[in-house]
């Protein structure tokens, strides 16, 4: 089946329900994000290769009351059903890290319903070069107007200063896409590099890193509209 | 293996030569030396944005950096910082 826009909750329900046997994968997305572009792309794409299961698109804001059933706080989000339960939820900016996701649920999937000799794929992961790693980064610091790469997720920050950090943004309303730094080592360590930065979080405007929480709070002392003035920028 | 306030400030010291102007560091950590809110005051920073006067600050200590866990730093110019305790 090919990927199915969602545009009501009528709908949703139907759909959702429908053949509770087959692999049901939820995309959650918004209009403004234009990570999100990228990703329905990719997501598109993957839709295409496994036409034996089912692919939902949903704009997240359009359809408020779906949102909140799975408590959407960041997008783009994905969530993977079958035999009507959630077997997964991801939240992530990275089309890779998706694609690598879905396959991991599909492997777990076959082998739990066969059994039996289901042979691991994890040796087709393949080595990132540098090049790849900064073009990756390039991607993922502009993949939202306004980045976080932070550690956990907005809403279970790992670290006080995440904690700080996401509480600043939502108390200023500014809307961010968001990567969680401890679940992608490489991710991790070749940031601090590319940036010159060595903590976490790191903000980043437009592509460009503005700084960790101390600059972002002495910012915002000096100038309250500081969100407004970088992304004007 | 810890740091101690003293530690930093040397290390400021002797890489800043005559722009050290001053430098106000607290141990945050109750001793464990791996917390620390630096406030670095000096010329030197005359001219740079927020993120070029961290990041230099986080060149100067480098090697204590990889050790400390949480470690916050203000920079201001000698006349930013005779502004702001005015």
Not at chain 1, 56 to 80: H, T
Not at chain 2, 11 to 21: P, R, S, V
């Amino acid at each position: 089946m090919p990927l199915f826009e969602i545009t009501s909750n009528k709908q949703f329900t139907e759909l959702s329900s429908a053949n509770p046997s087959t692999l049901k994968t939820l995309f959650f997305y918004a209009d403004w994000a234009h990570n999100c572009a990228q990703a329905i792309e990719n997501y598109k794409k993957t839709s295409e290769q496994y036409p034996e299961n089912e692919f939902f698109s949903i704009d997240a804001e359009a359809n408020p009351e779906i949102s909140e059933i799975f408590d959407i706080s960041a997008v783009p989000y994905y969530i993977f059903i079958k035999e009507s339960s959630i077997i997964k939820e991801l939240s992530s900016a990275d089309p890779q890290e998706f694609l690598n996701t879905y396959k991991q649920v599909i492997a777990s999937q076959s082998a739990s319903d066969n059994k039996s000799t289901s042979k691991s794929s994890d040796d087709e992961e393949e080595e990132e070069t540098e090049e790849q790693l900064n073009e990756r980064l390039k991607q993922l610091t502009a993949a939202a107007p306004v980045m976080l790469f932070m550690k956990g997720t907005p809403s279970e920050p790992k670290c006080g200063f995440s904690r700080q950090m996401v509480g600043i943004l939502r108390e200023h309303q500014v809307r961010f896409g968001f990567f969680d730094i401890l679940k992608d080592d490489t991710v991790r360590q070749g940031l601090k590099k590319f940036s010159d930065w060595p903590t976490f979080p790191q903000l980043y405007i437009n592509g460009e890193l503005v700084g960790g929480l101390d600059i972002i709070k002495e910012s915002l002392e000096e100038d309250p509209e500081f969100f407004t003035q970088s992304l004007a920028n | 293996m810890s740091i101690t306030a003293e530690e930093l400030d040397a290390k400021i010291k002797e890489q800043l030569k005559e722009d050290y102007y001053q430098t106000i560091i607290e141990d945050t950590s109750n001793g464990c030396g791996l917390n620390f809110e630096c406030i670095v005051i000096s010329d030197i920073f005359k001219g740079m944005t927020k993120l070029a006067r961290a990041r230099f600050i986080n060149k100067m200590l480098k090697d204590e950096l990889e050790i400390i866990h949480a470690f916050s730093s203000k920079s201001y110019t000698i006349e930013e910082w005779s502004n702001k305790r005015v």
